[in-house]
């Protein structure tokens, strides 16, 4: 159970007006507390919009939080059809946007605000005596270079971590040339078939990552190649296998994400896609034209892989240095809370196998701080929208000083059937997909996916074994309770002549 419960709160300054931050305002108003929303973009989800092209793996009926809904129907708000599946910008216009306008919210709302640190007000993180009951300051600046100070009781930090990549480059560290912003950097999401198709129609592009965000745009990238011949699709991966990407399959709840890892195995085997495995990159050597060289390795001996275009479908890790003043207990290897931690690692659970956590699971030290959302995962790609929303439903509760609402935590999540569909990425609904696979249970059984806003931006979800794992009577069939270890290996560093050993 949470320790923060002596000291009463007010006001609560929420970091981040995605999904989540948004959903964290509404329950808090309905708490009568009063919400501080810091948003860097100009305008609801800024993050959302820059991949507001793709669409959601989850249905918009696992889309919505539920004060949220109930703030935006007090005036005569409709929802989507919720079997409808989403695209981001879809999520924004239908949905948050609407959201950020009801009167109740709109004035809590500061757009182009960054949050750039949070302390406690007075001490720095050394200082113990006397710290417990200090509110919180909050620095902020604005787009146009206006520095101020926020102070608050408590902060809920659901800042997401869209604007921190995950390097290309080994051993978690960026390789000597890599840069973002140069010429051959198209990042994590381009739009290959919108607003972006002229750079990448009759070049060759090197998609390195092995989540559900690399799938998206090599099969956008494929289904372009189609078109414009002169289209090359390459693929590089850091482990031997692309297994744990297609293991989805008909073994997915989620037939828009469950086909994407079969139709990215056919366009391999067919040789549509050049897939290199094993490929660990070493540095990056600039080519004419603004194409680059990628030097790397695989098994020893030197690889290298020419490309107009490099998108990086590697992943995000959480902004942390904005909270070097807090005192957090974070777990050493996800950089989450350290009670959830082990619910969420990647290396032993992929999406489904998350359990339901609130306030107690994600309390740190300095009582009233929360990090809540894709943020609260750290490094690990398995989040859940609608879990994002069970984490500060229980957070306002504790808040608010309602233990009992707060410990009594739930996500329904049903169990559903499972299919497989050619037409992932076309359909706009459950049915639609499940109608192209032509299999079961993809009616309002239908789970929600996994992913940053769900989507297929930061992967990792699937496993490679064929029974889906669910979780007591509110499991989610997604995969199997092993994530990167069904694919461990030894180094060829720590090979033994001898006998066998553990692990």
Known sequence: MSHFEAHPVSTVAVIGAGPVGLAAAAHLLERGLTPIVLEAGDGPADAIRQWGHVRLFSPWRFDIDSAARRLLEAHGWTAPDPDGLPTGAELIDAYLAPLARTPELSTHIRY?????AV????????????????????????????????????????SGTWGRRNPLGAHGLAAPGEDHGAAWSA???????????????????????????????????????????????????????????????????????????????????????????????????????????????????????????????????????????????????????????????????SCGTVPPHGEADLAQPDEGFYLAGMKSYGRAPTFLLATGYEQVRSIAAALAGDREAADAVELDLPETGVCSSSRSLDATSIAEAGEAGGCCGTGADTGSGCGTGETAATGGCGTAAPEPVAIGSRGLATGVLHGRSGERRELPQLKASGGGCCG
Do not use: C
């Open 112 to 116: 182009g605000t960054k949050a750039v």
């Open 187 to 349: 990042g994590p999401l381009p739009d290959v078939l919108g607003t972006e198709r002229d750079r990448f129609a009759g070049k060759r592009t090197l998609v390195v990552g092995m989540g559900h965000s690399a799938a998206n745009t090599l099969l956008n990238l494929a289904q372009l190649a189609e078109q414009e011949p002169e289209t090359a699709v390459a693929w590089a991966i850091r482990g031997d296998s692309p297994a744990r990407l297609y293991g989805g399959g008909s073994a997915d709840a989620l037939p828009a994400r469950g086909t994407i890892g079969t139709r990215l195995r056919g366009l391999v085997e067919s040789g549509a896609i050049e897939l290199v495995t094993g490929f660990t990159i070493d540095h990056f050597e600039p080519g004419p034209g603004g194409s680059v060289s990628v030097v790397g390795e695989v098994g020893g001996v030197e690889h290298v892989i020419d490309a107009d275009q490099v998108a990086a479908a590697t992943g995000f890790r959480p902004d942390l240095e904005m909270l070097r003043e807090i005192r957090l207990d974070l777990d050493s290897t996800v950089e989450a809370p350290s009670k959830l931690a082990p619910l969420i690692d990647p290396n032993f659970h």
């Open 119 to 158: 302390s406690r007000l007075g001490v720095d993180k050394t200082r113990t005596i006397g710290r417990d009951g200090r509110p919180y300051l909050v620095r902020l600046r604005t787009t146009a270079g206006a520095w101020s100070d926020l102070v608050v009781d408590a902060v809920i930090d659901a």
